[in-house]
């Protein structure tokens, strides 16, 4: 799995090559292949003039073994503390070897990845645009345990290593990389990126890491020096939930840089060892490793044969038409975009677009993506006009956030090919698109939109039609129980906090504002029953002329600071009581899982895993739950909470 190979000029080059798989993982095969190789170093020493690390993969290196990580016990640590040694002590024997050891990060560099490129003396990357330098462990409930918090700590000091890295989970460009101060230089080819590698060896014959010359000093200074002045990026950062990871990767960094090096690596080991064995990291990787895996890999698609698409038509260039037709130029699709008014059209315009108000321009498109306003009289007229000259077959999808799919479709010539595509704002930020399967829609139009989504890099959950399909109808479950606290009386600050105690990213009032309450209200109206948040509702668009975050005013007053509106709190009924602030979190993360149970009960969700990956990526349910189903799973009492809170609040929590 390791190829050694010397040359001429006394340069071993390592080559991470795993046989078994498409990427290369911390396995037991690297495990033993690292030790091996390193030892071989050691023993042809006089021989060695450098060593380059790199890969005979796509990627560098991917991270961690997943699978196996998932699978720990607390029974496994004593077995986990070894392996994380032995894999710690290869990298420090390397880092010490005294020959310059160079990392050629040949292509993303991740998790472990990094770490490996880390316990080298100079970091050269790729400078490919799909190329990912980071830590992504804070993202699973984890930690980088292979010398990754200790080595960036001593790098860049405490504050930019924690913000910019550890606690971020950001996957850095290599330029930003290069900015950020973990990679040193960067290479235009590989040809390049190996002869830079070979020439800074031959400069560097004296070669160490900085914490292990003579006089070495923590950037930046003890954490004692500068932990009050900690940037807002941090304190952001660590807001909200009080989740394992964040404070671990914390409390592992601060006491890590008060130590010695090797004590700083068994701290570390320690606190990784804690998160593996623990729930959360479970959860996280659950959901955003096996069931994205499963999501992203076609779970949901059917295994039809189709044609890939060629020419978009997206109609309305709007925020969503945009960000839409964007997504799909990107990816090298030809497309145009149509609006009411070429003015309109073309503030849609960027590269590989075309914009249009002549329905000719449409003409031979063989997907059309309808993204004009939320109307359903507009939207079956816009689909009338354009089909006439679309590709015989084209296949025919609507953005609509909420009007149901089979009731689109009947307007339409060829329903089979109708179905919705259900994109979040801002696109070229979300990656979640939830496919909508109308009654009609037949399994070729499935598998077609479902290939757009992926090639346009989005994650296709697959749900069938129904009132807000999954996620609309989630997340406004979720709102109504927000508001209707209003009604009960619980203070506004208490429920926002409450949303961000329990990991929300928005406190839900914030949310409803961005939404708009217009569009709350509208639904609302159609709603088959109704409910105290609805009461809410209209006496904020219609009495108080408080119709959310586009007005400039909502639940929240949007002027030169954002504020709560403090009329808030005659919103409440006279029966309106106290709320712990536990029942308050349970009740949000409650009232949504129990919604998408009844939307599995349903068939409106076909899989687990669709609703675990959408939940989290698309209406902001908190990731440490492991998604929206997984939280009911792993909850230690799910179905005697659910009836507390039943006979406390209503039959809205009973559990099924
Ligand atoms: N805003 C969101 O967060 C969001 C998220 C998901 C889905 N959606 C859905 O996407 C759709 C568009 O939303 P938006 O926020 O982009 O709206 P928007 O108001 O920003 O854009 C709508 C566009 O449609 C254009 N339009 C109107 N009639 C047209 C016609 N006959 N032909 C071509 N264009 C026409 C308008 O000129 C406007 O530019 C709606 O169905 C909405 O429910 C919105």
């Not at 016990?73 to 002590?89: C, E, N, V």
């Not at 002869?195 to 292990?212: F, K, L």
């Not at 999501?295 to 059917?302: D, E, F, K």
């Not at 003409?363 to 939320?374: K, M, R």
Request: glycine share 10%.
């Amino acid at each position: 799995m390791i190829d050694y190979s010397r040359g001429d000029d006394g340069i071993v080059t390592l080559t991470l090559d795993d046989p078994a798989q498409s990427a290369n993982t911390m396995n037991e095969t690297y495990v033993a292949a690292m030790s091996a190789a390193v030892d071989r170093l050691y023993a042809e020493r006089e021989q060695v003039t450098g060593v380059i690390v790199t890969s005979a993969k796509k990627t560098f290196f991917a991270g961690g073994d997943l699978p196996s990580m998932a699978r720990a016990t607390t029974g496994d640590a004593p077995a986990l503390f070894t392996l994380l040694s032995r894999i710690k002590q290869d990298f420090r024997r390397l880092e010490t070897y005294g020959r310059p050891v160079v990392a050629a990060v040949n292509g993303a560099a991740l998790g472990g990845g990094l770490e490996v490129a880390l316990a080298c003396h100079h970091r050269i990357a790729l400078d490919r645009p799909s190329t990912r330098l980071g830590f992504p462990e804070v993202t699973l409930g984890l930690l980088p345990g292979a010398g990754g918090v200790t080595r960036t700590v001593r790098m860049l000091g405490l504050a930019p290593a924690l913000t910019t890295w550890l606690l971020s989970g950001r996957r850095l460009r290599p330029a930003d990389a290069l900015a950020h101060g973990l990679v040193d230089a960067l290479a235009a080819t590989p040809a390049e990126l190996l002869a830079q590698a070979r020439e800074w060896i031959r400069a560097n014959p004296g070669a160490a890491q900085p914490w292990d010359r003579d006089g070495y000093r923590l950037p930046g200074g003890l954490p004692a020096a500068h932990l009050p002045a900690f940037p807002a990026t941090l304190r952001q950062q660590l807001k909200g939930a009080s989740l394992p990871a964040p404070e671990a990767i914390l409390a592992t960094a601060v006491e890590g840089a008060q130590v010695d090096f090797a004590t700083a690596q068994v701290i570390e080991t320690r606190h990784l060892i804690t998160l593996l064995t623990g729930q959360i990291a479970k959860n996280m990787i659950g959901a955003l490793f096996f069931d994205m895996r499963a999501v992203n890999g076609g779970l949901a698609r059917p295994s039809v044969e189709v044609s890939e698409p060629r020419r978009v038509a997206v109609l309305g260039a709007g925020m969503m038409g945009a960000g839409i037709a964007q997504a799909c130029a990107r990816a090298g699709l030809e497309v145009v975009v149509k609006d009411v008014t070429p003015q309109l059209a073309a503030r849609a315009a960027g590269p590989g677009i075309t914009t249009t108000a002549d329905v000719a321009a449409l003409t031979g498109c063989d997907v059309v993506i309808e993204a004009v306003f939320e109307d359903p009289e507009l939207k079956r007229q816009v689909f009338a006009e354009v089909l006439p000259v679309l590709a015989p077959d084209a296949l025919l999808a609507s953005n609509t956030s909420t009007l149901p799919i089979t009731g689109l479709a009947t307007g339409v010539e060829r329903p089979g090919d109708f179905i919705g595509m259900h994109f979040f704002s801002p696109v070229a930020k979300m990656p979640l698109l939830e496919i909508v399967v109308g009654a009609q829609t037949s399994d070729a139009a499935v598998a077609r939109a479902f290939d757009l989504g992926r090639l346009i890099g989005k994650t296709p959950i697959v749900v069938n039609d129904g009132r807000g399909f999954f996620t609309s109808r989630v997340i406004g479950t979720f709102l109504d129980e927000a508001i209707g606290m209003l009604a009960e009386g619980v203070p506004a600050p208490s429920i926002e906090h409450a949303a961000l105690q329990a990991g929300y990213p928005t406190g839900p009032l914030a949310l409803a504002d961005e939404v708009s309450l217009t569009l709350a209200q509208r639904i609302a109206a159609s709603a088959p029953v109704r409910l105290p948040s609805h009461d809410v509702i209209d006496a904020m668009v219609d009495r108080h002329d408080r119709p959310g975050r586009s007005a400039g005013r909502g639940f929240y007053t949007y002027e030169s600071a954002k504020s709560l509106w403090e009329g808030l709190a005659g919103m409440a009924t006279p029966e309106g009581r106290a709320v712990p602030l536990a029942d308050l979190k349970d009740r949000f993360l409650f009232v949504e899982a129990l919604d998408a149970r009844r939307c599995l009960a349903e068939g409106v969700l076909r899989t687990a895993e669709d609703g675990n990956v959408g939940s989290i990526l698309g209406i902001g349910y908190p990731a440490w739950t492991g998604g929206v189903l997984r939280f009911a799973d792993q909850h230690e009492d799910f179905a005697g909470r659910a009836r507390e809170l039943a006979a406390r609040y209503g039959t809205r929590f009973e559990p099924a």
